[in-house]
């Protein structure tokens, strides 16, 4: 029995671990990096200062940043990893999200106006964990494509 049951810690531990550490490579200060953002419609921020906090059950990010005309914008949400939507804050096209694992290391981010799904974002990390890309899908308040891919340098 003590043999089966040490097999089993050794076969799952790595497993934890991994998990463990696909959650805190997304955690940190990210700047957005205009030159490498791209967007499908209206233009993007032209700045935008990330402060995530990430691990296996909630998900929160506080940023700050100015629009493409120049005025200040705050993004604020802080979630679990339970299917229920949580209120947001700083964009016009979401007063809620939902969040979700994609795997191991790939959050998403459905976020809602009035209850409709506006737009999903998914965001991974490059390999040497300096670079967060995130992917925008969705339509802008007039019914537009709004798709985008947002670069963010660790800072």
């Given at each position: 029995m003590?043999?089966?049951?040490t097999?089993i810690v050794?076969?799952?531990?790595?497993l934890?671990?991994?998990?463990m550490?696909g959650?805190?490579?997304?955690?940190?200060?990210w700047?957005m990096n205009?030159?490498?953002s791209?967007?499908?419609?209206?233009?993007?921020l032209k700045?935008?200062?990330?402060?995530?906090?990430?691990?296996e059950?909630?998900?929160?990010?506080?940023?700050n940043?100015?629009?493409?005309?120049?005025?200040?914008?705050?993004?604020e949400?802080n979630?679990?990893?339970?299917?229920?939507?949580?209120p947001?804050?700083g964009v016009?096209?979401a007063?809620?999200v939902?969040?979700k694992?994609?795997?191991?290391?790939?959050p998403q981010?459905?976020?809602?106006?009035?209850?409709q799904?506006?737009?999903?974002?998914?965001c991974t990390?490059?390999?040497?964990g300096k670079?967060?890309?995130?992917?925008?899908?969705?339509?802008?308040?007039?019914?537009?494509?709004?798709?985008?891919?947002?670069?963010?340098d660790r800072?």
């Open positions: 003590r043999i089966i049951l097999v050794l076969l799952a531990a790595p934890f671990f991994v998990a550490a959650t805190k490579e997304h955690s940190g200060k700047k205009p030159a490498k791209k967007h499908s419609s209206a233009p993007g700045s935008l200062m990330e402060t995530v906090e990430l691990d059950n909630h998900y929160k990010v506080d940023g940043g100015t629009t493409a005309d120049g005025k200040a914008v705050h993004i949400f979630a679990r990893f339970d299917g229920k939507d949580y947001m804050i016009s096209w007063d809620t939902s969040v694992w994609i795997d191991a290391h790939t981010m459905i976020q809602k106006k009035d209850g799904v506006t737009r999903t974002i998914t990390v490059s390999k040497d670079k967060r890309t995130c992917t925008l899908e969705g339509k802008s308040e007039q019914g537009q494509n709004a798709n985008a891919v947002v670069v963010f800072q």
